[in-house]
């Protein structure tokens, strides 16, 4: 009796859950909750959905990187018959598989930041980061003289995100400045390995002149590393990745000089409207560029009014 | 007589060295500087302000392993340190950025928060009898999802300066710049002066974050070793209920063990808040299985009851020589993992030839040392050959696939080769291909010789390594024959073992 009690409570629990998802509602996969950067992306998307009246179901894995989870999340959301999903991919490969069987059964995929190879999605949505980074490196360039020695503080090497940053940077970089010497501070997105390492590379070499990033939580790293080595803002040109707010903050204060924005707020906005607008059947494009902006000292102020830093 | 005299001395300076824990971890970090310093030509890898810098990047994960190990030598294990360390980080940061509480009252609250931490821990195991592994297991996500939740996983604004003492602050700098601006005189003037010539060379890296590593170290190896707690600790991870029928309370002593580990935890957290640029939530992940890696590095068995924390200290070291080392040696990013990942097989390897006390173990190991250079020095002519055999194949089945009118996404095609990056690959194919079969052989003929323990054989294996050495020199690779003089060195170095060890014997039995 017991367990038959048990039995039915599980199936009218089932029940509340499936209609609780009957109205419109898209499944928004991400990929951290705790960095600054992707608060913003959800931040955008979960104003798009609440303009939009749908519900949207934001989860995210246990930590950064987590294929086996992201699969899960990716399973369940499918099974509870979502209308569409937009995904930030941790592995652009690995989740090709259940992107693929989604979009045969007729859901509509929309990729976030980071694209999926090997199988086709609905819309992709994301700033071209190869584009952006040779705009970082060719910009970076112009603040040093050919022959200074840099670093380069890279991102995860074995995701696109973390290489279309580095080879975006270094082949800009390297055409402007044939002659310097690129020092490399491997990462898989961590402030903290970015600090050690940028600290034992600049306490060992005094010629280097800046530190390019591929994303902002390196950018603060490095920005205390200098601190650690009793460097003053400026001693070291930073060059940073994504328009966080603390790096602009680190740029009035005249630590960073250079940071190419993503458009983060966009990002997580658009990516939620193109999936609700794909999931009623409207026509959409299949690749949205949410652009960048290139923040330097002359036009820290007008980022600042665009994306709403006070 | 004296030459005699001389090599009894070393053999038992040898053997004293070997029945240390930590022998294992030492060694590995002498090897692994001293190929460092080779590979980073002009960058000074041994310079004193980069082995501060090491010790300086060491403290804060250091602290926390440092607790670690009074708790598997309890015969437990913390999974949480990563997560308590987050958590104590982020609260601390976070009231004293927003409570407008003084610094150091914040700091003392996340010690005793620490302690808290490891109170509840450490009586759910000692005293509910609950798995240690699971408790902080489930200690893992919920320090870590409560640090999240309490501070919003936002990042607070810099940190006041008292927190600095715990970090980057420097107790010479007063001095520096009481010096330049000429506020010193007499003995004072001389001290100033002497920092300040000697700042980039020696006192730049000379911060609170190393002191406070040294120090912590220091105290606890007295405790451990001086104290009841210590030797207390040792009995229960060596055998609990034999402890606890002499009159033991392991309970208590349990519960001891993991209020100190998570304290450590709290003031690594502290260590880190004074290098780090702010403080945040999601600091400290994965630290568990460094903390633990480094305690196992240092000797300290898994199951208790046996190791040093000066152990856990060299532990600590080498996981960070390695990142610095690997850093400043520029090795690509892949290599680095792979790299790491032997260096750790390396120390735990040592360590577990050194508690068999067994020669012919001994004679293995230094064997397979000879075979593992012999490959080291024919991957060099045979990584060429391997790869150059790999990519035409590539290119070959590439070729057939696209016949066969296979679709691939562009960069998959990067696979593909032009005429000239064919016929080069042709050519550093009968280039390399001799060479490379004849250091493999040299490989084969190394594990013969380890397999069979011969002394004649031992002694030819040395000569041929020699002979291949200067082969490579001949054939303009000069880079990798140290290498196989090294080996030669270890394979003529076989023999010897076994008269050591009885040496060593008797040389003990005649001491009493």
């Known amino acids: ?310 | 007589m004296t030459a005699l005299r001389l090599q009894d001395k070393a053999i038992t300076h040898l053997v004293s060295f070997f029945r240390k824990e930590w022998s294992g971890a030492l060694l590995a970090i002498l090897i692994l500087s001293v190929a460092i310093e080779m590979v980073t030509s002009g960058k000074p890898f041994f310079h004193p302000t980069n082995l501060m810098t090491i010790l300086n990047n060491s403290a804060a994960i250091g602290v926390v392993a440092g607790g670690m190990t009074l708790v598997i030598l309890a015969a437990g294990i913390d999974l949480s340190v990563g997560a308590v360390m987050g958590m104590v980080a982020a609260v601390t940061g976070y009231i004293a950025s927003y409570w407008g509480i003084p610094a150091w009252m914040a700091i003392l609250c996340g010690l005793v928060l620490g302690g808290l931490i490891g109170a509840l821990h450490g009586t759910l195991i000692a005293y509910l009898g609950m798995p240690a592994f699971i408790v902080t297991l489930a200690g893992l996500s919920v320090w870590r999802g409560s640090a999240h939740l309490s501070t919003g996983a936002q990042a607070t604004p810099k940190l006041p300066s008292t927190f600095d003492l715990f970090g980057r602050y420097n107790p010479f700098s007063g001095i520096r710049e009481q010096f330049q601006s000429g506020e010193l005189t007499g003995v004072m003037e001389t001290f100033g002066a002497f920092v300040d010539a000697n700042w980039m060379g020696f006192f730049r890296t000379f911060q609170m974050s190393m002191i406070i590593f040294v120090v912590f170290f220091i105290l606890l190896a007295v405790v451990v070793s001086n104290m009841r707690l210590g030797r207390y600790i040792y009995a229960i991870g060596s055998n609990e209920q034999g402890s606890r029928q002499a009159g033991i309370n392991t309970r208590l002593y349990t519960l001891y063990a993991y209020v100190l580990c998570s304290m450590g935890a709290a003031l690594g957290a502290m260590l880190f808040l004074g290098r780090a640029p702010y403080a945040k939530s999601d600091y400290g992940q994965m630290w568990e299985l460094n903390a633990i890696a480094a305690v196992v590095i240092g000797g300290t068995s898994l199951f208790g009851g046996r190791g040093t924390i000066i152990g856990t200290f060299m532990g600590v070291v080498l996981i960070k020589l390695i990142n610095n080392g690997l850093t400043l040696a520029q090795l690509e990013t892949f290599w680095q993992m792979v790299v790491t990942g032997l260096i750790i097989l390396v120390a735990v390897g040592i360590d577990i030839v050194r508690q068999s006390k067994s020669a012919i173990k001994v004679q293995q190991m230094l064997g397979v040392v000879a075979i593992v250079l012999a490959l080291f020095a024919a991957l060099t002519p045979l990584s060429a050959l391997i790869s150059s055999v790999i990519s035409l194949h590539e290119h070959n089945s590439m070729m057939a696939m696209q016949n066969a009118g296979a679709k691939m996404v562009s960069y998959q095609y990067s696979r593909l080769l032009d005429e000239s990056g064919v016929l080069n690959l042709h050519t550093i194919i009968a280039d390399t291909w001799m060479l490379s079969l004849a250091l493999l052989a040299l490989v084969a003929g190394a594990v013969f010789a380890v397999i069979k323990l011969n002394k004649t054989l031992s002694y030819a294996m040395g000569v041929v390594f020699v002979l291949s050495a200067l082969a490579l020199i001949a054939a303009d690779m000069a880079a990798a024959a140290p290498l196989l003089i090294l080996g030669a060195c270890a394979m003529t170095g076989l023999p010897a073992v076994p008269y050591m060890f009885d040496r060593a014997r008797e040389l003990d039995s005649a001491n009493g």
């Open chain 1, 1 to 310: 009796m017991m367990k038959m009690n048990k039995l039915i409570g599980v199936i009218a629990a089932g029940a509340l859950l499936s209609s609780s998802v009957y109205a419109d509602s898209i499944g928004y996969i991400t990929k951290s909750a705790t960095n600054s950067g992707w608060m913003m992306i959800n931040q955008g998307a979960a104003d798009a959905a609440a303009e939009a009246g749908v519900d949207l179901i934001t989860v995210g894995p246990t930590f950064q990187g987590d294929l086996s989870s992201q699969l899960e999340v990716f399973e369940n959301l499918l099974a509870q018959g979502v209308n569409a999903i937009a995904i930030a991919p941790v592995d652009s490969s690995g989740i090709a598989p259940a992107v693929q069987d989604a979009m045969d059964s007729g859901v509509a995929v929309v990729a976030i930041d980071t694209g999926v190879t090997g199988a086709k999605v609905t819309s992709f949505v994301a700033t071209d980061n190869y584009a952006v980074a040779k705009v970082q490196g060719a910009y970076a360039a112009t603040l040093v003289n050919d022959g200074d020695a840099i670093i380069y503080v890279t991102g995860n090497q074995a995701q696109s995100t973390g290489q279309e940053r580095r080879n975006g940077f270094t082949e800009a970089f390297k055409t402007a400045r044939p002659n310097s010497e690129i020092l490399e501070v491997p990462t898989e997105w961590n402030s903290a390995q970015a600090q050690e390492g940028v600290e034992a590379i600049l306490n060992a070499r005094d010629d280097v002149k800046m530190v390019a990033n591929a994303w902002d939580g390196g950018t603060m790293g490095s920005k205390a590393a200098m601190e650690n080595l009793g460097l003053s803002a400026g001693d070291v040109l930073l060059v940073g990745f994504d328009g966080a707010t603390d790096a602009v903050e680190a740029m009035e204060a005249g630590w960073v000089h250079a940071d190419t924005a993503q458009m983060l707020y966009q990002m997580g906005y658009q990516g939620i409207k193109t999936a609700v607008a794909a999931s009623q059947g409207k026509e959409v494009s299949a690749r949205i560029d949410t652009g960048f902006f290139l923040v330097t000292p002359s036009t820290a102020q007008a980022y600042k009014d665009l994306v709403g830093i006070k």
